[in-house]
């Protein structure tokens, strides 16, 4: 690994999950007792060196050799299989699963930043591995044995694919009206009819299979999102032995290209079209998995990962970003500062003017406070496995919940800006496709829509998941940060200011919330969800950048400077940003609410 990458910080990676996050700490548990911090370390290395070297050297051409159909195959850009190949080799597929399956029974925290530096070095690459992953994780939880052994375990090693079949072309993110119907069969499975849209990995010849997991309607069952239920349907059928069978009647049907995430295959795909009819029986063969009109909450497993996956992505895309853009203007001379008068004196790096500073911090702050975000994120999920306690369970549960929609949309929203600062300040060569800042912008446009709108996220946040038990979600959140702000009153003057100004802020969300909530009309309520949800995420960063304000301390080494500088812009420029937005959503201000589309 390069002792100074353009992908990651690893003396960031290295603060957070050891000076603040107190990673080392899960080792005291039963189920991470196999591991240390020297395990750790070496696994971080070793994916470092994996993103640098397989990953990394391909991204471009990802961009430039879009997939293809080709004599009724998808064709990718070659370099894929083969940095695919180097990651199933390390076992890491299957880092955080049970050793009873394969797994490494690594704690998720530290899987999370392995995943950053993939997805810095090559998002699209990277997401075959993240989809499949995913894919195994809820087989894990809802599926069968057979399932887990004839499907998870080819996964976990690296043979088998895995995606997620939600959207239809009539339907887009409105899963209530799919189409797709399941019809049983005498034998225990279900022949799957329909069509699916925007899957990314729908098909290809990375592996030997490809297993679809995929929403579709019972006849019979109830209406609306009640009735769906949840289907295992794979590329290719899989004999007892374990052997492949016949080709299973799913085809892609066209290919989607997008202004990012170009080498991430993306398909519109037919399920029981006919061009294939294994066992000699119309349909697609499907197998269910869970319980019959249950497959929602089960895909909620996969769905709520990808969703932090995603927030993840955005963070790594715009991390690199950031760091192309400090070596380039730490590298580049041009102008003079204001008060320079001789015209013949030489020209300042661009590090040097104060707007440029402004912009690399302003990156450095949404960056770092979103990687500290996601890995929190982690922690609490190995927290929430190994606590000891249901009650401790229950709160990281709450939190979990309240934590996600932010944890996917904030990141995709906010490093997306920094990118786009990062070009600004590459100055005209920034819009040039000579240097990776644009296609980084691109490939990080697409995260506002993965896995749920922004606006889809902002009315989970505001309709749900701030009135879970009575609101106990967000008050576990709130105690949370009311913790922190306790211990930044004997931290010092400084971090007890920053604390104040946290308070305020905080209560001042509360409020606005309880007011929004005491609004009988859901449509008026819910018609500024996402000013609500871009205060709420900053003020979950502001306490983000508390945390790692204490956490730095008075160390006097430019990491720990750079740390408590950055909270210091946050606070300044960042936070307040959130007081016209609660004044706004506190008039419950009805100006969307009361357009008539003919005035548009």
Request: proline share 4%.
């Amino acid at each position: 690994m390069p002792t100074r990458s353009l992908l990651l910080s690893r003396r960031d990676i290295d603060f957070l999950l050891y000076d603040w996050l107190d990673v080392q700490s899960l080792t005291s548990r039963k189920r991470f007792a196999e591991h240390a911090r020297e395990t750790f370390d070496a696994v971080l290395d070793v994916c470092a060196d994996l993103a640098e070297e397989k990953f990394a050297p391909h991204n471009k051409k990802n961009d430039t050799d879009e997939p293809e159909i080709a004599d009724g195959e998808v064709r990718l850009n070659p370099e894929v299989k083969p940095a695919l190949d180097a990651l199933a080799e390390t076992g890491l597929l299957a880092a955080t699963a049970d050793a009873e399956v394969g797994g490494l029974q690594l704690p998720q925290v530290i899987q999370t930043a392995c995943a950053a530096w993939f997805a810095a070095a090559n998002i699209a690459t990277w997401s075959y591995a993240m989809l499949t992953i995913a894919n195994a994780n809820l087989l894990l939880e809802h599926g069968s044995a057979k399932q887990v052994e004839m499907f998870v375990r080819p996964m976990l090693e690296g043979r088998f694919h895995g995606t997620m079949c939600l959207s239809e072309p009539q339907a887009g993110s409105s899963l209530a009206d799919i189409s797709t119907r399941a019809e049983p069969r005498d034998d225990g499975t279900y022949r799957i009819f329909g069509n699916k849209m925007w899957i990314s990995g729908g098909d290809h010849e990375l592996g030997e299979n490809i297993v679809h997991l995929v929403l579709a309607k019972i006849p019979g069952g109830p209406p609306g999102v009640k009735g769906i239920s949840l289907f295992l349907v794979p590329k290719y059928l899989v004999a007892e032995d374990g052997s492949l069978a016949d080709r299973n009647d799913v085809v892609v049907a066209g290919l989607n290209h997008k202004m990012g995430y170009r080498g991430t295959v993306n398909t519109l795909l037919n399920f029981g079209e006919g061009a294939h009819t294994p066992s000699g029986q119309a349909g697609a063969v499907g197998y269910l998995v869970g319980e019959p009109h249950r497959g929602l909450a089960s895909m909620f497993h996969m769905m709520n990962e990808a969703r932090v996956g995603v927030g993840m992505g955005a963070t790594a895309l715009g991390y690199t970003g950031y760091l192309k853009s400090l070596a380039y203007a730490r590298d580049r001379t041009q102008g003079r500062l204001p008060a320079a008068k001789d015209p013949a004196s030489p020209p300042v790096a661009l590090t040097a003017h104060a707007d440029v500073r402004r912009m690399l911090l302003a990156q450095k702050s949404f960056v770092e406070g979103s990687l500290a975000l996601i890995l929190f994120c982690g922690k609490l999920l190995d927290d929430q496995r190994t606590a000891e306690t249901e009650a401790e369970r229950a709160r990281i549960s709450l939190l979990l919940d309240v934590l996600t929609p932010i944890a996917k949309s904030w990141p995709s929203q906010w490093c997306l800006h920094a990118n786009d600062l990062a070009i600004q300040i590459h100055g005209g060569y920034g819009y040039t496709r000579e240097y990776d800042v644009e296609q980084h912008y691109r490939d990080n446009r697409l995260n506002p829509i993965h896995e749920g709108t922004h606006g889809i996220q902002a009315i989970d946040l505001l309709g749900r998941k701030t009135t879970i038990a009575n609101g106990a979600a967000l008050g576990a959140l709130e105690a949370l940060i009311r913790s922190t702000v306790d211990r930044s009153r004997t931290a010092g003057t400084e971090a007890a200011e920053l604390g104040a100004e946290l308070d305020g802020a905080l209560t001042r969300l509360i409020d606005v919330t309880r007011r929004l909530h005491a609004e009988p009309d859901t449509n008026l309520k819910l018609a500024n969800a996402s000013v609500y949800l871009e205060a709420a995420g900053h003020i979950v960063l502001a306490w983000i950048w508390l945390e790692q304000f204490l956490a730095a301390g008075t160390g006097d080494d430019d990491l720990r400077r750079g740390k408590r500088h950055t909270a210091r812009y946050f606070y300044r420029y960042e936070l307040p940003r959130t007081r016209p937005q609660l004044d706004l959503l506190a008039t419950l201000d009805d100006t969307t609410v009361d357009l008539d589309p003919d005035w548009l």
